[in-house]
């Protein structure tokens, strides 16, 4: 089970980024999909939550109207586009995934990629 993020680097304030999360060895298509956030010396925040399917979404008010979480299923792909970035969006993002194992509740987690907002 594996979980692969990548899109992060440096952006100005203002600018955009495509974070990407590749799923491979677990049913991705069943998985509730998160992506967090951490600050060194903070905790990891919940940013944005995805259904399986896809149909439902949310996020935590700071990014509300500038992030958006997808998913492909045929890809085994979560996404986050991140515009407006500000300066208080860097932190090392995260995806998780969610799922019932044998009436277990289990979770993976990615390595994290860097997101720094800065000019």
């Known amino acids: 089970e594996q979980l692969v993020e990548s899109g992060g680097g440096l952006v100005p304030p203002g600018g955009s980024l495509r974070l990407s999360c590749a799923a491979s060895?677990?049913?991705?298509?069943?998985?509730?999909m998160n992506w967090y956030r951490q600050v060194a010396g903070k905790e990891r925040e919940l940013v944005a939550v995805?259904?399986?399917?896809?149909?439902?979404?949310n996020y935590v008010e700071s990014v509300k109207g500038r992030f958006t979480i997808s998913r492909d299923n045929a890809k085994s792909t979560m996404y986050l586009q991140m515009n407006r970035l500000k300066p208080e969006d860097t932190a090392v993002y995260y995806c998780r995934a969610l799922i019932v194992l044998s009436g277990r509740l289990t979770d993976y987690w990615g390595q994290g990629t860097q997101v720094t907002v800065s000019s």
């Open positions: 995805i259904s399986p399917n896809g149909d439902n979404t």
């Open positions: 060895g677990f049913a991705f298509s069943a998985s509730h």
